[in-house]
């Protein structure tokens, strides 16, 4: 076969195209791989072979991580492709193989024998149907003894899944399953970010949320072939997987435990603003209104964080756009946002010049502390929530002014 060399651009990835075949190429097979020249061959033949058997066009590429045991070597001896990806992670190897593919599909598959190529014809059959991503389940499909750690299979897959689920409404059974197929035209409206690890569940993300065509299939998940320990980190990739589900989700991550905090904050404000409450013996005094209080400011820089990253990873293209918060900005504008401000900060102004009226009238001498405190309290709340509100407001239409520059 012969090939050219480049650098595609942009990519530090090293381009190794081959010539143009006689009928196009259906479905490109991307394999990242690291220091696996222990398994690659037959990888790469396993795949040939099952492209060929099922009389598919295709081609398989493997996307080398900086292997220095002569994988990418071996692979191009057997028949692929090679791209050879100078940024490191996973992430970044399969952005690059999927860079040079030629194929209509795309199909993902791990160097390490894990996961059974002759299920590819499966994954075809779902995307020729007109599916945008084919996602693997290997709960489904069967997991052979000792294929899968016991903290994976019995941990993390399941909570991390039901996490994505519970957070996107997704109904992907297995986030993290490294076998799945997509077309080249979803993949671009994905546009996938993340490096490492986590690209796989980033994927399935962006995917519910752009509301494409998700469909699963069951597949193996066999013991790998490696002579090495395997690349995934048990504890520090779950982590990643799971800091990035929160950060791709304002709505658990801010908006409902703000959401949380001012609603029980403004019951104790509203039951504790007059007098003391007792139950049973407990008494709950100014003590626990401060604690009220301090509920709701918390609440409300939950909630404005929760806008603010939304509109953030909107104008940036990590989250898809949002009619219901486009609908929601032709009401709450910056002029809201200062009217509101400016509200409490003039109740907070009248209820200082009161409570030291107050204190005046007794020739600034000993008053009764509770009452004294209660009235402060709330003067000094709405003072502090009346410029959070303004502060919030400019923020947000600076974050506005630039979604509008991208738009």
Excluded at 384 to 407: A, D, E, N, W
């Amino acid at each position: 076969m012969s090939v050219d060399g480049g650098i595609l651009a942009g990519t530090g990835i090293e381009r190794v195209v081959a010539e143009s075949t006689e009928y196009p190429i259906e479905l490109s097979v991307v394999i990242p791989c690291l220091n696996e020249g222990h398994t690659i061959a037959k990888r790469v033949r396993q795949a040939l072979d099952v492209l060929h058997g099922a009389g598919v066009v295709g081609e398989v590429i493997v996307a080398d991580n900086g292997s220095t045991d002569g994988s990418a070597e071996i692979a191009e001896a057997e028949g692929a492709l090679v791209a050879r990806v100078a940024e490191k992670g996973y992430g970044s190897a399969i952005m690059g193989g999927i860079a040079i593919a030629r194929g209509e599909y795309v199909l993902m598959a791990d160097a390490d024998e894990s996961h059974d190529l002759t299920h590819i014809p499966r994954f075809l059959a779902e995307l020729r149907m007109g599916h945008d991503l084919v996602m693997g389940n290997r709960f489904h499909g069967g997991i052979a003894d000792g294929a899968m750690p016991f903290l994976h299979r019995y941990l993390g897959n399941p909570v991390l899944t039901g996490l994505g689920k519970l957070f996107f409404k997704s109904n992907c059974g297995d986030f993290h399953c490294g076998m799945r197929g997509f077309t080249r035209e979803s993949y671009q409206r994905m546009d996938v970010r993340s490096t490492g690890m986590e690209f796989a569940s980033e994927m399935v993300v962006k995917a519910t949320l752009l509301r494409m065509k998700v469909s699963e299939i069951p597949t193996s998940q066999l013991p790998d072939g490696r002579d090495h320990p395997p690349h995934l980190r048990t504890w520090r990739d779950g982590w990643r997987h799971l800091r990035f589900l929160l950060m791709y989700s304002p709505r658990w991550l801010f908006l409902y435990p703000g959401i949380a905090l001012v609603s029980l904050g403004a019951v104790g404000c509203a039951w504790l603003l007059q007098q003391p409450r007792v139950i049973d013996g407990l008494v709950f005094d100014v003590r626990s209104l401060v604690y009220a209080f301090s509920a709701v400011l918390l609440g409300f820089q939950f909630v404005a964080f929760a806008v603010f990253v939304k509109v953030f990873a909107i104008s940036e293209g990590l989250l898809p756009d949002d009619p219901r918060l486009t609908r929601a900005f032709r009401y709450i504008t910056l002029e809201v946002g200062l009217a509101v401000g400016g509200l409490l900060l003039a109740l907070g102004i009248l209820g200082t010049v009161f409570t030291f009226a107050s204190w005046a009238k007794v020739g600034l001498g000993t008053v009764n502390f509770d009452r004294a405190l209660r009235s402060a309290l709330s003067s000094v709340f709405s003072l502090t929530l009346g410029v959070q509100v303004i502060c919030s407001s400019f923020f947000l239409s600076i974050l506005g002014l630039r979604r509008r520059s991208v738009s």
